[in-house]
C-alpha cells in the first residue's frame, strides 16, 4: 500500500476515535451537567419544604397530611419535581403525588437524613428509578432543633433521560461535521507528509534512519539534540546512560528531564564548553547550534565524562594531604627531638622525662583525638588526616568523643565527610584561630553526619542555591569550576533515602547536618569524592 494511503487511513482511524471519545464524553459530561443542575434545585427545594413554618406546625396536628399534602403538590407543579414527600421520625408519609401511599411507610431506608445527614442518590421507590434528595426536618428550623421527620425530593431517572435526548440530535450533527472535517483534513495532510519527505517509500527512510542510528549510536561521546522549542529530538545511547534517563524522554521538553544546569546550556544562544553536575557525575558539555540550510533549528550538546578525571584528581588531593601531614608530622618531630636533646645536654632529665610524659603520642598520625567509635576505617584515616592538616593551618578540628560510625560497605560517609570538612576549613581559613566540629552517629534508622564551624556562616541569600549545581558562594555565585561539592552531597543524601539541612551552629559559624538511610546491596555505590 502506498505511504499516501496508508497516511489517510490512519489519520481517518484516529479522526473516527476522537470524535467517537469527544462525542461520548460531551454526553457524559452533558448528563452530569444535568444532574448536577437538578440536584441543586432538589436541594433547595427540599430545604424549603423542611423549613416552611406551616409544615413544622402541622406535625403537631392531629391530621398532619391535611395541611402537608396540599403545600406539597404545590411546590412539587410549581418547580417540575416528580415528587415531594414529607414523612414524620418513623417514615410515615404525610404527602405523596399518589393519595393512596399516605399514611404508610416509606419503601426506602430514611435513615440518613433521620441521622441530620443529607442524602443524595439513586433509589427505586413507588413511583420507580429516581433520583432523588432527603432531607431532615427540624421542629424548630434550625439545626438545633430535633429532627421530627424528613423532606424527600426527586425527578424520575427517565425525565432525565429524556432531557438529555433533546440535546443529541445537535450534538450528533457537529460530531458529523467534525468527522468530515477531519477526513479532508487526513487527506491533506498525507499529501502534504508525502511531499515533505521527497516522495520516499517506508522502505527507504527505514535505510536511511538506520544508516543514521548506526553512527550516532557508535560514537563514544554522549549526544543531546533539541529542535527550536527546546524538546528533546535525539538521545545516543552514551547521552542517555551519562543522564540516566530512558527511551521515552525523547519528544519532551529538556527542562523537564534533565538537570537545570544542562537544560541551560541548551536554552543559551552562545557556543558553550562548560563543566557541569548530572546526578552524581561530572561531566563536559559542549554545545552549538544546529543548522540547516543556514537557519537554526534547535541546538547540540556533546558530553564527555569527567568523573574519572576528577576521582584522580580527587586521589592526588589525598596524596598531597597526605604528603602535607608526614611534612607536619616531622616538624613537630624534629622539634620535639631538639627540646628533649636540649633539656639531656643541659643535665635537666627529670624535666626531658616529663616532657615526653606530657607529650604522649607525639606526632604520630593516629592521633588520640580521633573517637574510639569510629570503626569506619577508611572514615578514620580520613578525620586523621584531616586533623593533621587542620592543626597546620591554626585551625582546632574536634571529633566529638561520643561519635559512633560503622562502616556501611560505600565510600559516600567519606565523600560527604571530604567535602564538609573541607569547605568548613574553608570558612575558618581567614580566621585567627578556628574551630571545626564533627559528630558522627549510627542508629537502625541510619547515619547522621554533622560538621559545623565558627567562620562567617552561609548568608541566608545564598541558603535556597548552596545545593545546586556549579552554585558557589565563592567568587560571586555560579561558576564554572566551583560549587559541585554541596550538590554531590545533597544527591548522595537523596539517593540514600536521606537529606541535608544546614542552620546556625553553635560554634558561631554554620552547621550542616546529613542524615542516610541504611545502605542496601542494590544501593549504587560511586567512588566519586569532588572536594
Keep these: 500500500m502506498p505511504l499516501r494511503s496508508q497516511l489517510f487511513l490512519l489519520q481517518l482511524a484516529i479522526v473516527l476515535v476522537i470524535v467517537a471519545v469527544a462525542g461520548s464524553t460531551a454526553v457524559a459530561m452533558q448528563r452530569l451537567q444535568i444532574r448536577e443542575q437538578y440536584q441543586d434545585r432538589m436541594i433547595g427545594v427540599?430545604?424549603?419544604?423542611?423549613?416552611?413554618?406551616?409544615?413544622?406546625?402541622?406535625?403537631?396536628?392531629?391530621?398532619?397530611?391535611?395541611?402537608?399534602?396540599?403545600?406539597?403538590?404545590?411546590?412539587?407543579q410549581s418547580t417540575g419535581v416528580t415528587y415531594v414527600v414529607v414523612t414524620d421520625a418513623d417514615g410515615i408519609r404525610y404527602s405523596h403525588p399518589n393519595p393512596e401511599l399516605i399514611g404508610e411507610r416509606v419503601s426506602t431506608?430514611?435513615?440518613?437524613?433521620?441521622?441530620?445527614?443529607?442524602?443524595?442518590?439513586?433509589?427505586?421507590?413507588?413511583l420507580g428509578e429516581s433520583w432523588r434528595v432527603k432531607v431532615p426536618v427540624y421542629d424548630d428550623g434550625t439545626t438545633t432543633g430535633d429532627i421530627i421527620g424528613t423532606a424527600s425530593v426527586g425527578v424520575l431517572e427517565s425525565e432525565l433521560d429524556a432531557d438529555l435526548y433533546e440535546d443529541l440530535p445537535r450534538l450528533l450533527a457537529w460530531l458529523i461535521v467534525a468527522a468530515l472535517v477531519g477526513s479532508a483534513g487526513a487527506i491533506w495532510i498525507s499529501r502534504?507528509?508525502?511531499?515533505?519527505?521527497?516522495?520516499?517509500?517506508?522502505?527507504?527512510?527505514?535505510?536511511?534512519?538506520e544508516t543514521r542510528d548506526a553512527m550516532i549510536h557508535g560514537i563514544s561521546e554522549g549526544m543531546v539534540a533539541v529542535d527550536a522549542h527546546h524538546r528533546i529530538a535525539l538521545l545516543n545511547d552514551e547521552a542517555k546512560r551519562l543522564l540516566d534517563l530512558d527511551d521515552d524522554a525523547t519528544g519532551r521538553p529538556a527542562a523537564d528531564v534533565m538537570e537545570p544546569a544542562l537544560a541551560r546550556l541548551l536554552t543559551d544562544p552562545a557556543d558553550t564548553d562548560e563543566t557541569v553536575l548530572s546526578g552524581e557525575r561530572v561531566?563536559?558539555?559542549?554545545?552549538?547550534?544546529?543548522?540547516?540550510?543556514?537557519?537554526?533549528?534547535?541546538?547540540?550538546?556533546?558530553?564527555?565524562?569527567?568523573?574519572?578525571?576528577?576521582?584522580?584528581?580527587?586521589?592526588?588531593?589525598?596524596?598531597?594531604?597526605?604528603?602535607?601531614?608526614?611534612?607536619?608530622?616531622?616538624?613537630?618531630?624534629?622539634?620535639?627531638?631538639?627540646?628533649?636533646?636540649?633539656?639531656?645536654?643541659?643535665?635537666?632529665?627529670?624535666?626531658?622525662?616529663?616532657?615526653?610524659?606530657?607529650?604522649?603520642h607525639g606526632g604520630s598520625l593516629v592521633s588520640g583525638s580521633i573517637a574510639p567509635g569510629i570503626r569506619d576505617p577508611d572514615a578514620a584515616s580520613l578525620l586523621m588526616t584531616k586533623s593533621t592538616i587542620a592543626a597546620e593551618k591554626g585551625v582546632t578540628l574536634s571529633i566529638d568523643e561520643t561519635s559512633l560510625l560503622e562502616s556501611d560497605g560505600t565510600t559516600d560517609v567519606v565523600t560527604i565527610l571530604g567535602i564538609l570538612i573541607d569547605n568548613a576549613l574553608e570558612a575558618v581559613a581567614d580566621a585567627a584561630s578556628g574551630r571545626v566540629s564533627v559528630h558522627l552517629e549510627t542508629n537502625d534508622d541510619g547515619v547522621r553526619?554533622?560538621?559545623?564551624?565558627?567562620?562567617p556562616g552561609v548568608p541566608p541569600a545564598d541558603v535556597a542555591g548552596i545545593f545546586s549545581s556549579g552554585y558557589s558562594t565563592k567568587d560571586g555565585g555560579r561558576t564554572g569550576t566551583r560549587g559541585f561539592g554541596l550538590a554531590l552531597v545533597d544527591r548522595i543524601a537523596r539517593r540514600r533515602s536521606g537529606h541535608v539541612v544546614v542552620d546556625d551552629a553553635e560554634l558561631g559559624g554554620a552547621e550542616f547536618t546529613v542524615w542516610l538511610a541504611p545502605s542496601l546491596a542494590d544501593v549504587p555505590r560511586p567512588t566519586l569524592q569532588v572536594p
Design 46 to 76: 427540599a430545604q424549603s419544604v423542611a423549613q416552611l413554618p406551616s409544615v413544622i406546625e402541622a406535625f403537631g396536628e392531629a391530621d398532619p397530611s391535611a395541611t402537608i399534602q396540599p403545600i406539597a403538590d404545590l411546590i412539587r
Design 192 to 209: 502534504l507528509v508525502w511531499r515533505r519527505i521527497y516522495r520516499l517509500e517506508p522502505e527507504q527512510i527505514a535505510s536511511l534512519l
Design 109 to 126: 431506608d430514611p435513615s440518613v437524613p433521620l441521622s441530620g445527614e443529607i442524602f443524595v442518590g439513586t433509589q427505586t421507590g413507588t
Design 449 to 455: 553526619i554533622t560538621v559545623s564551624d565558627d567562620g
Design 283 to 360: 561531566l563536559l558539555a559542549r554545545t552549538s547550534d544546529a543548522l540547516v540550510d543556514g537557519v537554526r533549528v534547535g541546538r547540540v550538546m556533546i558530553l564527555r565524562d569527567r568523573t574519572e578525571l576528577y576521582q584522580l584528581l580527587t586521589d592526588l588531593d589525598g596524596e598531597r594531604d597526605a604528603t602535607q601531614a608526614l611534612r607536619a608530622q616531622a616538624h613537630e618531630f624534629a622539634n620535639r627531638m631538639h627540646t628533649i636533646s636540649g633539656l639531656l645536654e643541659l643535665g635537666r632529665t627529670e624535666q626531658a622525662v616529663d616532657f615526653i610524659q606530657r607529650s604522649g
